[in-house]
């Protein structure tokens, strides 16, 4: 079954620092990646997302993502954080085929906090 | 505008009182999934639908059910709840998903349920 972990509970950064959230999956076939920020009281919204192609994709709000297959990772960057990103992020996984289309699996997510 | 609207936003309920939280989209979308998330859980796939009147479990499905007799609505029943499933309920959709790809799906705006 896949599954998806992302080991960092919580992380602090201070404003304007470079920011890596970790994402590691498991998962036989080509993956389809996702992250999502949830704001607090808010639903989640796509940051960004690889399918396939060129393995460093851009998203939203200046965040990036790498996805490298010989490390079943998947992590998140951003070159200078701001105080608004302060969030919760979930990276997640989708499985195609067998009896699981279209499930989404989600890791624990990472807390960020930002000091001014 | 298009969205995912979920009702209602805050219930606070009583053991074994049958509720049912609904969900809306207007965007078309085939593809529908219910989710719960709790602090250190990430978000788990309680029940999913591919299309009207085919619904499958997810990896929670237990003490829910759910129907998907329109295209546009998936409400989720919890027919006797219980302290257990208090936890904040997230309602998605997407266009298809399945072994030829995998498409982005909108989330509704949550429902924090409290169950005593």
């Known amino acids: 079954a896949q599954s998806v972990t992302q080991p960092d509970i919580h992380i602090t950064v201070s404003e304007g620092a470079s920011l890596e959230l970790r994402c590691n999956y498991s998962y036989g076939a080509t993956p389809y990646l996702f992250w999502y920020v949830q704001s607090p009281g808010q639903g989640l919204q796509l940051l960004l997302k690889y399918f396939s192609g060129d393995t460093l994709v851009q998203g939203i709000k200046g965040f990036e993502a790498e996805f490298k297959r010989s490390q079943s990772s998947f992590n998140l960057r951003k070159p200078s954080v701001h105080w608004s990103d302060a969030a919760e992020y979930f990276c997640a996984v989708v499985t195609l085929g067998g009896t699981s289309y279209g499930k989404l699996t989600f890791g624990q997510g990472t807390i960020l906090t930002v000091h001014p | 505008e298009a969205q995912v609207t979920q009702n209602p936003r805050y219930l606070i309920t009583v053991t074994g009182k049958k509720l049912t939280v609904t969900c809306s989209q207007n965007?078309?979308?085939?593809?529908m999934s219910w989710y719960r998330q709790d602090p250190g859980l990430g978000l788990r796939q309680i029940y999913y639908?591919?299309?009207?009147?085919?619904?499958d479990k997810g990896d929670v499905p237990e003490g829910y059910k759910v129907s998907r007799k329109e295209k546009r609505n998936f409400p989720l029943i919890l027919e006797s709840p219980s302290p257990n499933q208090t936890s904040l309920y997230f309602c998605a959709s997407s266009f298809r998903q399945g072994e030829w790809g995998a498409n982005v799906l909108t989330f509704g705006a949550g429902s924090r349920l409290t169950v005593l």
């Open positions: 639908s591919m299309n009207v009147e085919v619904t």
């Open positions: 965007m078309n979308h085939e593809y």
